[in-house]
């Protein structure tokens, strides 16, 4: 299963954010604001990274569990069964890299536009 080389490099990914998360919030007292910024991402990133590789197995999965209940001739069922499996086994490694690199930006984003809402809210 390709999930055996992908979680631990998520996990080691969590840890690395960990880390930048514990310098920046209490021992880089100049890049203080930038911990809020790590925090989203982070969850942003986890978040991506659940979500689409779910959406991936679904995917990866139907075509089989479609084949099996409808009536459909054997070369049909066949070719489902290559494209789930090629789905299940590179589909992870793409999702992955996907959900969080596109996770991390929404959660940056987030915290971008709540900041930028703040300080207009604070100068008028």
Known sequence: MPYFFILPIFAAFLVVMFIALIITRYFAKDMKRASAYIIWGTIGST??????????????????????????????????????????????FIASVIGVIVGFVCGVYIVYRKRKKLERLTTA
């Not at 991506?48 to 995917?59: A, D, E, P, R, Y």
């Open 47 to 92: 978040l991506g990274f659940i979500i689409l590789n779910v959406i991936v197995n679904i995917i990866g999965i139907a075509p089989v569990a479609m084949s099996e209940k409808y009536n459909v001739s054997q070369n049909i069922r066949d070719a489902s069964r290559f494209i789930s499996l090629i789905t299940v086994i590179i589909g992870p």
